[in-house]
T-cell receptor
Framework: KNEVEQSPQNLTAQEGEFITINCSYS?????LHWLQQHPGGGIVSLFM???GKKKHGRLIATINIQEKHSSLHITASHPRDSAVYIC???????????FGKGTKLSVKP | GAGVSQSPSNKVTEKGKDVELRCDPI?????LYWYRQSLGQGLEFLIY????????KSGLPSDRFSAERTGGSVSTLTIQRTQQEDSAVYLC????????????FGQGTRLTVV
């Protein structure tokens, strides 16, 4: 079992739909990162969370430390949101992130 | 600089040759990370620098891989005697003080070993 699990693996949505991507982790963490990777490979950091909820534009990220679960929500989805969304956990004791396998999102017009 | 800069953006090399990949982190960021993403695979941790030292080299896949960081800034990832399985996108990231602070990623170097 991977230490960081994401669901769904693939997601197709219609423009305007509300989207939720889930991330569950089995390790103790001090921070959780949500990353966005567009075709061509560039990665952008969306959020870094250690508790609660953060919002940036149409993106909302939440984390429940007790349940070891985080969600990324996209409101009013748009085709330009099409990308791979990656959840990554930082355990604190090493310098590395433990990555989920990513969720490939495709938003159709 | 404004962001994390990696060079070259693309590199095609013959099997058996050595390659050097460069990462220029955001100015002032003490932590620097190298990751690898093979085709169709997720991201894989390679090595982490705090300043010039590398407290965690656990992800380097073989002794053909080495990395250094000088002056607490630029880092070079060297792959000796490249093999076809080394073909991947190599990503560098930096953060202010470690992964409890936000990480910023470069655009990556796409390495193809032929």
């Amino acid at each position: 079992k991977n230490e960081v699990e994401q669901s769904p693996q693939n997601l197709t949505a219609q423009e305007g739909e509300f989207i939720t991507i889930n991330c569950s982790y089995s390790v103790g963490i001090s921070a959780l990162h949500w990353l966005q990777q567009h075709p061509g490979g560039g990665i952008v950091s969306l959020f870094m969370l250690s508790s609660g909820k953060k919002k940036h534009g149409r993106l909302i990220a939440t984390i429940n430390i007790q349940e070891k679960h985080s969600s990324l929500h996209i409101t009013a989805s748009h085709p330009r949101d099409s990308a791979v969304y990656i959840c990554a956990a930082y355990g604190g004791s090493q310098g590395n992130l433990i990555f989920g396998k990513g969720t490939k999102l495709s938003v159709k017009p | 600089g404004a962001g994390v800069s990696q060079s070259p953006s693309n590199k095609v090399t013959e099997k058996g040759k050595d390659v050097e990949l460069r990462c220029d982190p955001i100015s002032g960021h003490t932590a620097l990370y190298w990751y690898r993403q093979s085709l169709g695979q997720g991201l894989e941790f390679l090595i982490y620098f705090q300043g010039n030292s590398a407290p965690d080299k656990s992800g380097l896949p073989s002794d053909r891989f080495s990395a250094e960081r000088t002056g607490g800034s630029v880092s070079t990832l060297t792959i000796q005697r490249t093999q076809q399985e080394d073909s991947a996108v190599y990503l560098c990231a930096s953060s202010l003080q470690g992964l409890s602070t936000e990480a910023f990623f470069g655009q990556g170097t796409r390495l193809t070993v032929v």
